[in-house]
């Protein structure tokens, strides 16, 4: 893609149409992109097999030339969501060529956004390091993936909350919308309550805002603010009813990261990928592309 000194409105526009990044988030990402792309082309080949020698001379006839076009391949298969065969079109090349570049060039997009600092603490455990926030919001977000032929790994995605066949992390957010921890990923039929009991979650002074799926947490996390559930038979009180209004537009907050992270239609629509690894990576990639973003244009609210 070709670098456009000084965009305008409508080249910001289309460029955050193709990838969801304007031209200056494109280019803070490239930056760091590149010297890693360049650095795995020389050791590396396309099928992730070492190099007897580490050197490598990019031929003329290669299918995405350049660390920016590799770097726009990516982003836009990500932004799109499309069909193999059609990314391969859009770009010249066949639909197995365009699997083994997403495989080669995952890795480096996730590790160019940990060293800019945009990806959140990951995996099984989290730990406040002294974010400056007065508060923290949890919440689980789901997402389709296509149904399996065998029938217990139907059952165990199928989310009956969504009737669909689902994946699900759990996310903690600040104040602010930016995403401070992301749960590895869980099928679809395991409860918002128990991935928070599978995890390991650092106890902090601040307050954690959590809604009705996560009832019972407020036994063993003393911090733990959860709206009033009506009761079997009656009504919540005027002061309940007003309390959990303000809960809920705290709340607010972890919606718009969702929809942030959502705006890359491989998490949004129902992913291609098959490979469970690959899924997990993707949705990791994707919240840190929303950090980016969040961390360019401020609070995402007017921008979700």
Known sequence: MKKNESP???????????????QVEHDALLAVFEPLVNKKMKYFTLKGKRRKEASYQERSNI?????????SFILMYMKENPNQAYHGFAFGMAQSKVSEWISFLSPVLEEALIQMGFMPQCGDRWQYRGEQTDYFIADVTERQVP????????QEEYSGKKKDHTMKNLAITDEYGYVRFLSTSYEGTV?????WDELDLEQTDHNMLLDLGFVGV???FPNAILPFKKPRKAEL????KQINHVISKLRIRIEHAFAGVKRLKIIRNKIRLKSFDARDQMMRIATALHNLRWHFRGNLKTHS
């Open 63 to 71: 299918s995405l030339p350049g660390a920016e076009q590799k770097l």
């Open 218 to 220: 407020e036994h063993e």
């Open 8 to 22: 305008t409105p409508e080249a910001d526009r289309k460029l955050r149409g193709l990838e969801s990044l304007n």
């Open 191 to 195: 409860h918002d309550k128990a991935i």
């Open 147 to 154: 149904r399996r032929s065998d029938h217990d790994a139907q």
């Open 237 to 240: 009180t005027p002061l309940q």
